[in-house]
Structures are given as C-alpha cells and as structure tokens.
C-alpha cells in the first residue's frame, strides 16, 4: 500500500443510509472494487455512526482524485438503486 505522504490529495465522503444494514452492505459490495492504479490512488471505507458510509480517496494529482471519485459515485448510485428496488427493508 502506498504511503498517505505520497498521496497528498484527499477526498471524504459521507453517505448516509436509512439502516446500519444498507450502510454495510454498501461497504461490502464498494470495497470489494480495486483502485485501478493503487500506486497513485487510495481508498478507505468504513460504516460510522451505524448507518453513514465514510469514504476517504487519496490520490497523488487532483485529476485522478476527480476521476476516482466520479467513479466511485456512479458505483454509490448503481447499490443505491439496487438497494431500492431489492432491499424490502427500507426504502432508501
């Protein structure tokens, strides 16, 4: 893994989810997505406060991060409408 000093941009996200369940099952499903060039971007995510998603991207240009994180939002959206239309829990 690269180190955080040779990746100087960072991105945090906070998504928040209706139920503790979704906010893991989103990080389950986003995590298991390589970064494409792990040397010059990072990501970490984590469930907080039992239902908000936390994202940190971490890139060595701002370009990458842009890109990285355009990505990753496409990504949120696909779980999200998944969730929507699978999950009988709760509506999102």
């Known amino acids: 893994m ?6 100087p941009y960072k991105a945090e996200l906070h998504i928040p989810f209706p139920t ?3 906010a893991h099952i989103a990080r389950t499903v ?6 494409p060039r792990p040397s010059e971007s990072n990501k970490e995510l984590a469930v907080l406060d039992g239902n908000v ?5 971490r890139a060595n ?19 999200i409408q998944t969730l929507e239309s699978f999950d009988d829990e709760a509506a999102i």
């Open 2 to 7: 690269t180190s955080n000093a040779s990746l």
């Open 61 to 79: 240009s701002l370009k990458l991060a842009r890109a990285a994180v355009n990505g990753f939002m496409d990504h949120v959206i696909l779980v």
């Open 53 to 57: 998603l936390h994202v940190i991207y």
């Open 20 to 22: 503790s369940r979704q």
């Open 30 to 35: 986003l995590q298991v997505d390589k970064d």
